[in-house]
């Protein structure tokens, strides 16, 4: 689950001049204020993009099911078309997650500038540095590319059921469907490896985002 850093260890400058060296209670009240909005909006922010991950790969766990690579799976060239439509959505969904990540920053700015409390400027800069630093970004930018290329993988398969419908025979032996022609089964293993390839990547890479 991602969580936004605490902020207690974070430095804050005084709001104003005291007479002591102590904090007064108003000054602690203020602190503690200012580190629970920044604490809350960190932790919305990056409870919407965990939703919205989760909600990807529940579609990338679908579009991993063996029979979606297998053509005698598809009943006519119509539920080729649907499969065209869940993959759209799942690009959706993708470049929504990926437009979470890339705007937290100015998304952090906006929770506090909506905040009941007035924080100090300084502290937000202060504290969306360290909230950006908690991400593992060569992690998530990786991720983000293989989505788009397993989503390319997919549709040319699509492609190829579409344009060659009606080639191939009830699996055989080895559990892989039969073809007119070696060129077609050729084709097909080909697109098939890419898809598990990036597949497998895709698991290891969310398999990081959670050490």
Known sequence: MLKAPGVTAMGHSSPGPSPSTTPTEAEKRLVDAEKGALQNAGNKLCGEIQVE?????????????PARLDPNSYSSPDEIGQWRSLLQQFKEKADK???????????????????????????????????????????????SALLTQYREEHEKLLDFYQKNW????????????????????????????????????LEEQYIAMTK
Do not use: C
């Open 53 to 65: 991950e989760n909600d990807l790969y529940h579609r990338l766990s679908f579009l991993e099911k």
């Open 166 to 201: 009606g080639s191939w025979q009830p699996a055989g032996k080895d559990g892989k469907p039969l073809f007119q022609s070696a060129a077609l089964t050729s084709t097909y293993n080909k697109l098939r490896e890419e898809i598990v390839s990036t597949g497998h990547d």
């Open 97 to 143: 997650v990926d437009g979470l990540y890339k705007g937290i920053g100015k998304n952090l700015d906006v929770e506090m500038k909506n905040s009941k409390v007035n924080v100090d400027p300084v502290i937000v800069s202060r504290f969306k540095t360290i909230l950006l630093g908690a991400f593992p970004w060569d992690t998530i930018n990786r991720k």
